[in-house]
């Protein structure tokens, strides 16, 4: 038995789930500002050079859905994926799932919103999402996060503690990702297989002799 632990975006995924969420969420009324495409296009100069506040990412998408209320958020995310879904994958996510063997698990732990990371793992047929959470009171969206983003040394922490709960042994990991970001989990992991890497994590998988594989 083997724990498949994909990354989502540009790794199970040929593309970014939230910055077509937020394409989507254009078209719906949301970000609005005069200032979004600047800020959006900082968000990805900064995830490609490692300089990337995924706080201040994820709290720039969810201020702009404050207030919205859980029913109309699932409603929403279930559109998304109606419309998105055939655009953000690709051959590679399907061999990537190919690999999941009958008696394996495999979960995605993503930096992406639960509320996307968990439609996305229903549609693939994944056991689990490990995401960044979303604070809901009173059954809308507070604006808030719900603890820290899933990312980095937090994400490696998660998968770490989800094995725990499981009583899944490290060694059973083989982890899926694209982005030097996700360096300690990469460490961590007996096994990866990068996917399409950044600058960063491809020269490090090369010398390191890693699985690479390109769209």
């Known amino acids: 038995m083997k724990l ?5 975006d540009d790794t199970l995924l040929c593309g970014d789930s939230e910055g077509a969420w937020i394409n989507f969420l254009s ?15 900082q968000f990805e100069v900064d995830y490609r050079s490692g300089n990337f506040d995924p706080e201040k990412y994820c709290l720039y998408i969810l201020q702009s859905m404050q207030g919205l209320h859980e029913k109309e958020l699932s409603k929403l ?7 998105y879904f055939d655009q953000l994958v690709d051959q590679v996510t399907f061999n990537l799932l190919d690999r999941i063997e ?7 732990a993503t930096g992406a919103m639960d509320f996307l990371g968990n439609k996305f793992s229903n549609k693939f047929g994944i056991q689990d999402c490990i ?46 990702t694209d982005s ?12 990866n297989v990068i996917v399409c890497p950044d600058h960063k994590l491809g020269k490090f998988a ?7 594989i390109y769209r």
């Not at 498949?4 to 989502?8: E, R, T």
């Not at 078209?27 to 800020?39: C, L, M, P, R």
């Not at 009958?102 to 995605?108: P, T």
């Not at 030097?180 to 096994?191: A, G, R, T």
Request: aromatic residues 10%; contains cysteine.
């Open 4 to 8: 498949h632990v994909f990354d989502l």
């Open 27 to 41: 078209t719906k009324g949301f970000f609005v500002n005069e200032d979004h495409a600047s800020i959006m296009e």
């Open 77 to 83: 995310s279930d559109q998304f994926i109606e419309e």
């Open 102 to 108: 009958k008696e394996d698990l495999s979960i995605i």
């Open 131 to 176: 995401a960044t959470k979303t604070e809901i009171i009173n059954n809308k969206i507070s604006g808030r996060l719900d603890g820290s983003p899933n990312f980095g040394s937090d994400k490696k922490a998660n998968v770490e503690e989800w094995c725990k709960r499981k009583n899944i042994s490290k060694e059973e990991i083989i982890f899926y």
């Open 180 to 191: 030097i970001n996700d360096f300690p989990l990469v460490e961590y992991s007996p096994k």
């Open 206 to 212: 090369q010398e390191n002799k890693l699985e690479i």
